[in-house]
């Protein structure tokens, strides 16, 4: 068993969670590898044990079992860049509040090792989106995928901006409104659920147009299909807006057309019986749960 480990350095209270994981994947003799910095972190906190360390440029290859986060959705939509397309499922350990991705419990952080032994799990590809525009190759490099989504979105500016929205070569509309969202099935539950889009189950073959705070009241979240190629054009009054995917984020000149697809490759999520999406949705959303009296239906 391979395993790769990676978390946030300024979280101290991951360590004593990942001594204990450590100790479970001893235990299997496993083969372990640490992210350096996060391995930095670990040496302060305990010099017992030493690990080869891996960076986001050498180090994985696809020969590993499990990649696994030590932080909240945040982290594994980092933890993304460093896998890429090499296929290493990715577990999340949520050391803050729940997640929608990192959703294993810290306190449980042994059974990632024991539960996956059994095979109490099932691997799910979740798709993503890929930005094909050379002016922004600079900024992004290979790195020009997300897994949650990529947004355009005013800069510099209180006013709103226009964006000329294209699928499949066919014009769709203008949005007028603070930016647009073009989400994954995974990232329906992250900003575009948080301005208005629909929550959509990770493995649908499709993809969401958010717009965010939009003027024209008629604009509404639109589902689409990921294999859909969509064009963006963003004019308004400043001369730059801002692209993101996930938490990477570079300025474009207003003008420059903006190409979205779905990427040739798939993220794999190592997804436990005992920590199933839906199990996921319905703690983080209460569903069932009458809140007043915190009875269950």
């Known amino acids: 068993m391979k395993v790769a480990i990676y978390g946030q350095t300024y979280q101290d209270s991951a360590i004593e969670y990942l001594i204990e994981l450590l100790d479970e994947l001893n235990k299997v003799s496993a083969e372990v590898f640490i992210e350096k910095d996060f391995y930095?972190?670990?040496?302060a906190k305990d010099d017992t044990q030493s690990f080869p360390v891996f960076t986001i440029?050498?180090?994985?290859?696809?020969s590993f079992d499990m990649f696994v986060s030590f932080g909240g959705d945040g982290t594994i939509l980092r933890a993304t860049t460093f896998v890429k397309d090499l296929g290493i499922p990715i577990v999340g350990v949520n050391t803050g509040?729940?997640?929608?991705?990192s959703t294993f419990k810290?306190?449980?952080?042994r059974k990632v090792v024991q539960e996956f032994k059994q095979g109490a799990y099932t691997v799910v590809e979740r798709s993503l989106v890929q930005l094909n525009t050379k002016e922004l190759d600079v900024e992004f490099g290979d790195l020009n995928f997300a897994l949650n989504e990529i947004t355009v979105s005013r800069k510099d500016t209180t006013s709103m901006i226009t964006v000329e929205t294209y699928l499949n070569n066919e014009y769709l509309t203008s949005y007028w409104a603070d930016g647009l969202i073009i989400s994954t099935p995974t990232g329906s539950t992250g900003y575009s659920l948080s301005c208005g889009g629909p929550v959509i189950v990770p493995t649908a073959k499709s993809l969401v147009l958010t717009p965010i705070a939009p003027h024209n009241l008629n604009a509404r979240p639109l589902v689409i299909s990921d294999d859909t190629v969509i064009?963006?054009?963003v004019s308004g009054r400043e001369e730059n807006h801002l692209v993101s995917l996930d938490s990477r984020i570079a300025s474009l000149e207003n003008g420059e057309e903006i190409t979205i697809s779905k990427a040739p490759f798939t993220i794999k999520m190592i997804e436990y019986t005992s920590e199933s999406f839906l199990?996921?949705?319905?703690?983080?959303?209460?569903?069932?749960?009458?809140r007043r009296n915190r009875a269950s239906f």
């Open 40 to 43: 930095d972190l670990y040496k």
């Open 57 to 62: 440029d050498k180090g994985l290859n696809a």
């Open 97 to 101: 509040r729940l997640g929608f991705l």
């Open 106 to 109: 810290k306190e449980d952080v």
């Open 231 to 233: 064009r963006l054009k």
């Open 279 to 290: 199990k996921t949705l319905r703690n983080k959303l209460l569903w069932g749960e009458d």
